[in-house]
């Protein structure tokens, strides 16, 4: 079996036989459903690849879905502009950093749909593509934006530069909410969440599904998809660890199994841990060794936290699903970025319980950021 570790273009995955755990019935329904989104996931966790996946199909790309779910649940396979922003692959160290990127960006598009000289900020400029697309094709646009919150995570610590990403970035996102008639569907991803200031008020009708149950396994892969995609495979790791096939899948959920992104929600494993297991039959911290972002440590040095709360601690969805509190708390940021997830909750008082999704990232937490988490004044013991 070929793995895609790596491979973020659904395209390569489909023609290049690799493994695929077909998620395009949840692809499908998020589509039809014709809304702005914004999703939250972790890293590595096919964030691009869903997005890949979205805009093979509203360019029309059939051939990329054959044998899956949605194969049968299109008919009419219609064909979209797309708008592709990928703001992931960039060091943002200056105001140039991002410019630069959505000028890149802009110009592959403008090469296609034109550009009227006129327009010189990044906000004409896309506004101008979206009416521009929509008038040469007469289909409405599709807007998919990955990983927007890149620039400003690398900006934390520096609050002049974080400054100017969010305004920048706000008056580009707040173009979807005013060209919203020409725009048949949106899709922004990121690992973390700035709502209430700045990056999005101006995108109020911006659907969060990043705690929506009906979305929760669109990213990930769940125990019942392993026994149906993986289970031969699961034998040979067994084998070549000498244990049965059953305490290999024990392990397998102990090591990366967990995560739950809405309470009551079947837990869903990393993805890049459990398919470098798989292919390496070897069990490793593989996520976790991939590297912690800067923008954890650079949190976790502004606060003074006790870290033998940190697994017991109650706390709001508002505070769960926004960064806007992260002065307050660093609890949002490492649950956001996959380090804690929902353990529990209590309907009487909306509050949530979290936890460490599996024996991985604890191992890596305590290893790693354990150091930073220690409270001044508070000895290590």
Known sequence: MKYPLGIQSFEKLRTGGFAYVDKTALVYQMAKAEQHFFLSRPRRFGKSLLLSTLEAYFL?????????????????????????????????????????????????????????????????????????????????????????????????????????????????????????????????????????????????????????????????????????????????????????????????????????????????????????????KRFKDYWFETGTPSYIVEVIKQHSYDLDRLTSEEVTADLLGSLDSIDKSPLPIIYQSGYLTIKGYDPEFGNYRLGFPNEEVERGFTKFLMQYYIPEGKEEG
């Not at 950093?97 to 403008?110: T, Y």
């Not at 620039?151 to 609050?159: D, E, H, R, S």
């Open 60 to 280: 029309g790309k059939r051939e990329l879905f054959k044998g899956l779910a949605m194969e049968q649940l299109e008919q009419d396979w219609l064909q979209y502009p797309v708008l592709h922003l990928d703001l992931n692959a960039e060091k943002y160290d200056s105001p140039a950093a991002l410019e630069a990127v959505l000028d890149w960006h802009f110009r592959q598009w403008e090469l296609i749909y034109g550009r009227d000289e006129n327009d010189t900020t990044p906000t004409q400029r896309f506004k101008s593509l979206i009416r521009k697309a929509n008038e040469k094709t007469g289909m409405k646009v599709v807007v998919l934006v990955d990983e927007y919150d890149k620039p400003v995570l690398q900006a934390i610590g520096n609050p002049e530069l974080q400054d100017d990403y969010r305004s920048t970035l706000k008056a580009v996102f707040g173009v979807a909410k005013s060209m919203d008639a020409y725009i048949q569907f949106g899709l922004f991803t990121g690992v973390t969440k700035f709502s209430k200031v700045s990056v999005f008020s101006d995108l109020n009708n911006l659907t969060d599904i990043s705690m929506d149950e009906r979305y929760a396994e669109l990213c990930g892969i769940t125990e019942a998809e392993i026994h149906a995609n993986f289970d031969s495979e699961v034998q040979l790791v067994a084998e070549k660890n000498g244990m049965t096939k059953e305490e290999c899948y024990a392990t397998l959920k102990r090591c990366y199994d967990g995560y739950h992104f809405e309470a009551g929600t079947v837990g869903m494993y990393n993805p890049y841990s459990l398919l470098n297991t798989l292919e390496r």
